[in-house]
Structures are given as C-alpha cells and as structure tokens.
C-alpha cells in the first residue's frame, strides 16, 4: 500500500481529508459515471464511520464532516449517517447533530439519518429535532429510523430485556412492555 496521496480529477477541493489519510492513489472524476441519465441512477454513500478508538474524538469527527463535503464537491447525490451511542470505534453518537456540520459546506448532497436509534430516544424529542433539521437545508433531508442494533446501545438505555419489536414502541406503550418483563414474558431478541 503506498502512502501516496491524491485529489480527485475535478474536485473543487478535498478540505484536507485525502492529504491526512495514508491511501493509495484515487482516481475519482466528475464523469457522467457519477449520474446515469437514461437509469437515474444516483451516487450515494452510508457510513457508520469507523476509527480506532485511540484517535482524538474532534479530529474524527472533522475527518467524517471533510468526507460527506468531499462527496458533494465530487456529485455524490446522498448521504447518510449513522449513529451509535457505546461503540468507540464508530464515535458519531448524534447522527442529527453531525448532519448539521456540513450543511452549510455540502449545499447540494440530500443529508439522512441513517439511522436514529428510536428506543434510545423520546419520541416526541426525535419529531422536534427532525422537525428543525428537515427545515434547515431546504428539502435535502431524508429521516431514517430503526429500532437499534447495538446491545449496548439497548444496555445503557435499560431496553436490553426488552422484545427488539417491543423497544420500537411508543414510550406510552413502554408501560405493557415494562409489566411483562416484570411477568418474565419479554425475551430480548438478538
């Protein structure tokens, strides 16, 4: 692997990211390959962002902001980004706040959640930040939701016990899932 570092052919800038990452040499253009007209097919990307849990947590982060930037300057028409809130190695733990960075610098890529772990959440909290977020980048937000994946996840937030169905409900239906697990009757699902 070569630790030669290369800006993308008709990149209007990398904002740092290609010259901080050891990588071999990229060739990306902006080639009719990144919008198939006659298919309308278009180029997006997900990422769970994953670092060694060592790194410095602001420069990650930077770094994960520098790449959804790097996608609209290249023509990217997508991007989604996860979150987990107990996985070191994947440290976006508020996937809205995170899509709020690049918002202003990434003006033509449609920004999702992708996706926000709604047991770990109060539901009417998740609609308001939603709510302001779908606003700010004019028509560019996709809402993703799920109903978690992590174990941990589920640990912290005291929803472990819980069905992995029965932890997607809403909070006032929190209430029958609490009496049975109190009954025994709730196995969590992997």
């Known amino acids: 692997m070569s630790d030669r570092r290369v800006r993308p052919a008709g990149a209007k800038g990398t904002h740092g990211l290609l010259h901080r990452l050891p990588v071999p040499a990229i060739r990306v253009s902006l080639s009719p390959e990144i919008f198939c007209e006659e298919c309308d097919m278009r180029l997006g990307f997900f990422t769970q962002p994953a670092h060694p849990p060592d790194r ?30 107990t996985d070191t190695a994947e440290p976006v733990t508020a996937c809205l706040a995170f899509i709020a960075s690049p918002m202003n610098d990434a003006p033509n890529i449609t920004l ?10 109060h539901h009417a909290m998740v609609a308001a930040q ?45 209430e029958e899932a609490d009496r049975q697990r109190s009954c025994g009757r709730v196995q969590d699902q992997p």
Do not use: C, K
Not at 57 to 80: H, K, N, S
Not at 112 to 121: A, E, F, M, N, T
């Open 112 to 121: 999702g959640s992708g996706v926000i772990d709604l047991p770990s959440y």
């Open 56 to 85: 410095v947590y602001r420069d990650v982060l930077l770094e994960d902001r520098d790449a959804v930037i790097l996608a609209d300057e290249l023509g990217y028409a997508e991007a989604f980004i996860g979150e987990h809130m």
């Open 130 to 174: 939603v709510a302001m977020i779908d606003d700010l980048p004019e028509g560019r937000f996709v809402f993703g939701t799920g109903r978690g994946g992590l174990r941990s996840n589920a640990e912290v937030f005291g929803n472990l016990d819980l069905d992995r169905n029965a932890r997607f409900l809403l909070p006032q239906h929190h």
